[in-house]
């Protein structure tokens, strides 16, 4: 068990604490932000300190890390935290729920949030600083680049490859064989049945309102 640093004050962090502290792996000791994002001098009744004074602090020899940042800016913005916390020499951990079946005998990289009901197969391969949300299925030969965040029940069929600050939505699915490119952002839903390119965007065809009632619907 390490003391624990989580970088944010949103419900990435607010989750990233509920995790942490509910299977014991870690004791969180404080939060931190940039100064300019710190309204307060708490977060969950837990310190909240400028990320800037954090390695006076907290000592990266005494503390380690997790950055509980989600994936605005297609990831970015969490993929520089993880950049900074590094160049600072703290060590990024990473947490697998107990009810996540990880079958893959290659353990994921660092700064990885892997939840419950996840699916990781046989031979597949996890990047660094990815989050892959409850209930979505990783299959076999399959690679996840790193910073990239994988929804709540998405897809990745066997032999995809997910491109570095990938997206993949709510429901999404990937077709086996498919290489989403860097920086791909699939939709809620969308299902990728061939390659797609970089800095792409696809979404799947949104809900269309009919013109009777629910009242008057046949279920």
Request: net charge neutral.
């Amino acid at each position: 068990m390490a003391n624990l640093i989580l970088f944010g004050a949103g419900d990435m962090a607010r989750l990233a604490h509920f995790h942490f502290t509910r299977q014991g792996e870690h004791r969180v000791a404080a939060f931190t932000v940039d100064r300019e994002c710190r309204g307060t001098g708490e977060f969950l009744d837990l310190p909240l300190v400028d990320f800037e004074e954090l390695a006076r602090i907290y000592p990266p020899a005494e503390f380690k890390m997790f950055i509980a940042v989600g994936y605005r800016n297609m990831n970015l913005v969490r993929a520089a935290k993880y950049a900074a916390a590094k160049a600072m020499g703290y060590e990024l951990v990473s947490h697998i729920s107990p009810r996540c079946c990880y079958q893959s005998q290659f353990p994921p990289g660092d700064n990885c949030l892997i939840l419950e009901n996840a699916i990781v197969e046989p031979f597949a391969r996890i990047g660094s600083d990815i989050t892959i949300w409850s209930g979505s299925l990783i299959a076999h030969d399959t690679v996840v680049e790193d910073h990239c965040f994988i929804s709540a029940r998405a897809v990745v069929a066997g032999r995809c490859r997910v491109g570095a600050h990938s997206f993949v939505g709510v429901g999404a699915t990937v077709r086996d064989g498919v290489t989403l490119a860097p920086r791909t952002l699939l939709g809620a839903g969308a299902v990728a049945v061939r390659d797609t390119e970089p800095d792409g965007v696809y979404v799947s065809p949104p809900a269309t309102k009919l013109d009777n009632s629910s009242d008057r619907a046949r279920l």
